[in-house]
């Protein structure tokens, strides 16, 4: 039960100058059908002109929009430098209508909404600010990619929403997450602009059973 599903998610896409920044975090199939609601570690990576002032000019933009945000390091990566941080998203599996946090990235997993990505309106007004506008350009594309490891058992069939699935695009539709194999979700800009604007997006749903 200890291993992973892996969500890897890109949440604000570019940074000044058109450069990216990602949000990488990990959580267990298991976590989402069976886990109590609890804070998980995400890394946050975003390119910066110079390593050297990483921890100050761009640390001060991330503590801005993810209050908790922790300076890890800066390293070249290919031809870019890549400042990451440590922040926190809320992995809620209450089924009581409210945000784990008001100021976090919510991860809400439910019987039936097996993954919804929300965004609260406490953390859309940060991302309208200078420092959030800094981290995410609006004008151009935004990246979300999931990985997610299936720990369950079995195949779970499940409905998609506005997401390529291994690089296949569904609009909406129905495939499977395969027993002890993995899938790889990017979503679509709709569903990234619709969590920002509307507050959530369903991006998976449990395969209702059919009556005999």
Request: some cysteine; proline content about 4%; hydrophobic content about 45%.
């Amino acid at each position: 039960m200890k291993n992973a599903i892996g969500l890897l998610l890109l949440l604000t896409a570019v940074t000044l100058s058109g450069c990216k920044a990602t949000v990488e975090t990990e959580v267990t199939v298991l976590d989402l059908f069976y886990s109590k609601t609890r804070m998980i570690p995400a890394d946050f990576y975003t390119e910066v002109a110079d390593c050297a002032d990483a921890a100050t000019a761009r640390g001060a933009e991330v503590s801005a929009v993810f209050a908790d945000a922790d300076y890890i390091g800066c390293a070249r990566d290919g031809g870019a430098s890549l400042a990451h941080f440590r922040i926190q998203i809320a992995l809620d599996k209450d089924p009581d209508g409210k945000l784990a946090s008001d100021d976090h990235i919510n991860l809400v997993s439910t019987e039936d909404a097996f993954l919804v990505l929300t965004i609260p309106a406490a953390l859309k007004e940060r991302l309208a600010t200078p420092a959030g506008l800094a981290l995410r350009a609006a004008a151009l594309p935004i990246d979300v990619q999931i990985r997610i490891k299936n720990d369950y058992g079995n195949a779970i069939p499940i409905q998609v929403f506005s997401v390529y699935v291994d690089g296949k695009p569904f609009l909406f539709g129905d495939t499977t997450l395969p027993e002890a194999g993995d899938v790889v979700l990017r979503l679509s800009e709709v569903a990234i602009d619709h969590a920002i604007e509307s507050g959530s997006s369903v991006l998976l749903m449990r395969e209702k059973k059919q009556d005999s």
